[in-house]
């Protein structure tokens, strides 16, 4: 089993900058990646960024160059520094887990607002 618990969302003015941290514990075999996903109010969830276990990066076309994924294995966390924010990236922020076994784990999301 394993669980996510996301920390550092809320409200930020546009231009300013949040950094979201996603602690995991539990089992830490067969990971393929972690990352971080956003969902807006009626609107479908979507990726915004992850890193595999190797270090490769991805990012959502819409935040490319504001925002940076990292990892701290020794800590089991990952980050989503995002800066430069938009209202636009207001939305619920999820934690994810994909194990190479094809299966997802989720944090309880957390808030994050920017403000215009």
């Known amino acids: 089993q394993v669980l996510l618990v996301e920390s550092g969302g809320g409200l930020v003015q546009a231009g300013g900058s949040l950094r979201l941290s996603c602690a995991a514990s539990g089992s830490r075999f067969n990971i393929n990646s972690m990352g971080w996903y956003r969902q807006a109010p009626k609107m479908p969830r979507e990726l915004v960024a992850s890193?595999?276990?190797?270090?490769?990066?991805n990012y959502a076309d819409s935040v490319k160059g504001r925002f940076t994924i990292s990892r701290d294995n020794a800590k089991n966390t990952v980050y989503l520094q995002m800066n430069s924010l938009k209202p636009e990236d207001t939305a619920v922020y999820y934690c994810n887990e994909n194990l190479w076994i094809g299966l997802n784990y989720w944090g309880q999301g957390i808030q994050v607002t920017v403000s215009s």
């Open positions: 890193i595999t276990n190797g270090g490769s990066t």
